[in-house]
């Protein structure tokens, strides 16, 4: 499986950003049955969890972007996405979509004041 992200961007703070993440290569029942997520990485920090969805459908957030980002996923596209909404400065990083032992490119939001 491959996966490659996109959607990555430059917004003011208060805008929103949809991330995509296709899973090349995964039939649907590898897809489903591995944990699907999103990290972000601010250079000289440790990469950190943004959300997962596990192969229950069960979503986790980080506390810091609940309520203003939504993971979904789409099984006949065999992608994810993240809608990230009233974006802040914070959030500016290189996202990065993960599946199994597979890392997207990652791709970067960039958020201005």
């Known amino acids: 499986v491959q996966l490659q992200a996109s959607g990555g961007g430059s917004v003011q703070a208060g805008g929103s950003l949809r991330l995509s993440c296709k899973h090349s290569g995964a039939i649907l029942s590898v897809f489903n049955s591995n944990t699907k997520g999103w990290y972000r990485q601010v250079p000289g920090k440790v990469r950190e969890l943004v959300a997962s969805?596990?192969?229950?459908?069960?979503?986790n957030y980080a506390e810091s972007v609940e309520g203003r980002f939504t993971l979904s996923k789409d099984n006949t596209r065999r992608s994810t996405y993240l809608q990230m909404n009233n974006l802040k400065p914070e959030d500016t990083a290189v996202y990065y979509c993960?599946?199994?032992?597979?890392w997207g490119q990652g791709t970067l939001v960039t958020v201005s004041s």
């Open positions: 969805i596990t192969d229950s459908g069960a979503i």
């Open positions: 993960h599946f199994g032992l597979e």
